[in-house]
């Protein structure tokens, strides 16, 4: 079973974040961070998918960051956590054991409690690539667009 000193659980703002702090604080400590995607977005540019950053492609958080930092990348979906033991299960069925585990396993957009969620050409902003690839596709051939939520995410999209 591999086992890491500190074991990170997200690979997106918060995790790498974390696994970067603490190999710079305790560079002796061995960091092993496991994410369930292939490839991170950089949630921040996702609005801007649509306009000036062009494809999800362009828009990645690179792997290189936590190979520079001496961060080992699991990738996988974490299914249990044992505290007694000091592991996860991963759905694969591998187990990574710890020390100390870090959760930064972040937000979901919230599926509104409204009839027609699934209806065509209806979309949830998502943190993932093949989703908004899709997504994409479908917007560069229709011609209006309604965007529900006027937060700064929503006011992005518009823009
Ligand atoms: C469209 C959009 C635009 C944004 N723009 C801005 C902005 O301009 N400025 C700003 O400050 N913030 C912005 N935000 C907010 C910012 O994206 C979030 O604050 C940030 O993503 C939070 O990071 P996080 O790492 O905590 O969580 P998340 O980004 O949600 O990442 C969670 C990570 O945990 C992983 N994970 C979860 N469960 C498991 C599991 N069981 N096993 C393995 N891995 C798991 C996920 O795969 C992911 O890697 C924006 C968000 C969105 C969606």
């Known amino acids: 079973m591999k086992s890491a000193d500190v074991l990170v659980i997200g690979g997106s ?6 696994g970067i702090s603490s190999r710079r604080r305790y560079p002796d400590k061995s960091v092993v961070l496991i994410r369930k995607e292939e490839q991170v977005l950089v ?19 690179p792997d290189a ?20 033991q000091k592991r996860v299960v991963l759905e694969s069925g591998e187990e990574v054991g710890y020390d100390k ?23 949830i902003v998502k943190k993932d690539v093949a989703y908004l690839n899709n997504m994409l596709e479908v917007m560069n051939r229709v011609k209006d667009v309604v965007i529900i939520g006027g937060g700064f995410i929503g006011v992005e999209f518009a823009d």
Do not use: Q, W
């Open 13 to 18: 703002a918060a995790g790498p974040t974390a």
């Open 101 to 123: 585990l870090i959760l930064a396993t972040g937000s979901l957009p919230i599926d509104l409690p409204i009839p027609g969620l699934d209806k065509e050409n209806v979309f």
């Open 43 to 61: 949630p921040c540019g996702i609005p801007y998918i649509f306009g000036t950053v062009g494809t999800p492609e362009k828009n990645l958080i």
């Open 65 to 84: 960051l936590l190979e520079k930092n001496g961060i080992e990348l699991v990738k996988g979906n974490v299914v249990t956590i044992d505290r007694g």
